[in-house]
């Protein structure tokens, strides 16, 4: 039976070695402030897919390709000159973005998700779908990566809160934890009882706020709002997030 | 007053990145199991000196050139073909290592010391000297980094726990911790009252105890038992860890 348990494994900063193998693993990718979280909020709000790239020119030049595409992402947390979106998960409504195809360019979470593009399964989790996630990747079978795609290579707080959540979520199911996976699940215990006063004291939440994104880093702090599992894909010869 | 508060940052892995600068702070490598548990037990029964080396022909040939110094190691937990000593701390005791001169190659403690060899000071900590390093580092001045060692640049709890009892010693002088050192201090606060039977559970404690190691695992998991502080210097023109 030992053999055949389901193994679950974190990557604390995008540069972690991991103890499985993403290629053969399902993987979430986790960018609580913000790009995770706009992606699903985007997703539930029924935009037709996100198209995540990393840098502004390249943006520009996927959002033309793809056109009619809006063209949305930030740059040190701000939306950059010409685009029609920002990062803030808050534009991204029904009015803004049903039936769209988005192009966002974000800073980590966007190179996260190129760093594990090779993954056997691929999605994008933020505290708004923890849940949701943790139980399609459960329905998977597989063994499973939860990345906290921090800053700059960096490890983010509120990154591993939200995959110690997803943690004590898989654990009830018998999957057998790494040590990191064990660290986050603590993270997430330490602060369950009020996940939005512990986002806010993270390094990260911190600069977003001082930008003047307390909004933001409230809304992004909510767990399990919405119902929604971002999964990557390939449309159009990219790589693209759709609805699972 | 903010400005000049001393900020304390944690590296996860050996290869996440830091908020700080290594250059500029007071650096202590972790490997709780056990080449920092091993050298910390060393310096104690008084070696004069220990040069930590990457691998074992070049633990051999550094032991020639050295001479007199005994050989010591391990290459997957054990005591390589002709080496004096095995890395079990337990076989450290004064009458095996007073007076000498020993190098010492281990895998992943040893890689550490070497990736953080250009810091502005370089020392080495374990469980069984957590605070007096902590004091030591404290006593410097400047801004720290505690570098979890871990395996194979994956993450080990145990170095974390570590790294969280000082993390726990130094905000008592009002340092200011980046996120992972907050993750650090929550590791170690979720299993303080069991360091023992925590420290069992991790993963490479789990392989040690499977390979024979039980006793070692437990000896490293004392908390505070050496009042010892190992710092790198230069010795005979290579990197070699006194006591401070």
Same mark, same amino acid.
Not at 5 to 15: C, P
Not at 42 to 53: D, E, G, R, W
Not at 116 to 135: G, I, P, Q
């Given at each position: 039976m030992n053999g055949t348990r389901?193994?679950?494994?974190?990557?604390?900063?995008?540069?972690?070695?991991?103890?499985?193998?993403?290629?053969?693993?399902?993987?979430?990718?986790?960018?609580?402030?913000?790009?995770?979280?706009?992606?699903?909020?985007?997703?539930?709000?029924?935009?037709?897919?996100?198209?995540?790239?990393?840098?502004?020119?390249?943006?520009?030049?996927?959002?033309?390709?793809?056109?009619?595409?809006?063209?949305?992402?930030?740059?040190?947390?701000?939306?950059?000159?010409?685009?029609?979106?920002?990062?803030?998960?808050?534009?991204?409504?029904?009015?803004?973005?049903?039936?769209?195809?988005?192009?966002?360019?974000?800073?980590?979470?966007?190179?996260?998700?190129?760093?594990?593009? &090779?993954?056997?399964?691929?999605?994008? =989790?933020?505290? !708004? *779908?923890?849940?949701? +996630? #943790?139980?399609? $990747?459960?329905?998977?079978?597989?063994?499973?990566?939860?990345?906290?795609?921090?800053?700059?290579?960096?490890?983010?707080?509120?990154?591993?809160?939200?995959?110690?959540?997803?943690?004590?979520?898989?654990?009830?199911?018998?999957?057998?934890?790494?040590?990191?996976?064990?660290m986050a699940l603590t993270a997430?215990?330490?602060?369950?009882?009020?996940?939005?006063?512990?986002?806010?004291?993270?390094?990260?939440?911190?600069?977003?706020?001082?930008?003047?994104?307390?909004? &933001?880093?409230?809304?992004?702090?909510? =767990?399990?709002? !919405? *119902?929604?599992?971002? +999964? #990557?894909?390939? $449309?159009?010869?990219?790589?693209?997030?759709?609805?699972?």
């Amino acid at each position: 039976m030992n053999g055949t348990r389901v193994k679950l494994d974190v990557a604390l900063t995008i540069d972690s070695a991991t103890v499985l193998s993403h290629t053969e693993s399902a993987v979430a990718v986790i960018d609580v402030l913000r790009a995770t979280s706009t992606v699903s909020k985007a997703l539930h709000s029924k935009a037709s897919s996100v198209f995540p790239v990393s840098g502004l020119e390249a943006a520009k030049e996927a959002a033309m390709t793809l056109a009619p595409a809006l063209l949305c992402g930030e740059r040190l947390g701000v939306r950059p000159e010409g685009f029609d979106l920002g990062n803030s998960p808050l534009e991204y409504g029904e009015d803004a973005v049903a039936g769209k195809k988005l192009v966002l360019a974000t800073t980590n979470g966007t190179k996260a998700l190129d760093r594990y593009s &090779d993954a056997r399964l691929l999605t994008a =989790a933020s505290l !708004l *779908n923890a849940t949701a +996630v #943790a139980e399609y $990747l459960l329905s998977t079978g597989r063994d499973m990566i939860l990345v906290c795609a921090g800053q700059d290579g960096t490890f983010g707080a509120e990154d591993a809160i939200c995959a110690g959540m997803m943690v004590e979520r898989m654990i009830k199911e018998g999957v057998l934890m790494t040590d990191p996976a064990w660290m986050a699940l603590t993270a997430y215990r330490a602060c369950r009882h009020d996940l939005a006063g512990s986002i806010k004291k993270c390094d990260h939440a911190g600069y977003l706020i001082e930008e003047g994104f307390e909004q &933001d880093v409230e809304y992004c702090s909510k =767990a399990d709002i !919405l *119902n929604v599992v971002p +999964v #990557a894909t390939v $449309l159009e010869g990219r790589t693209a997030v759709v609805r699972a």
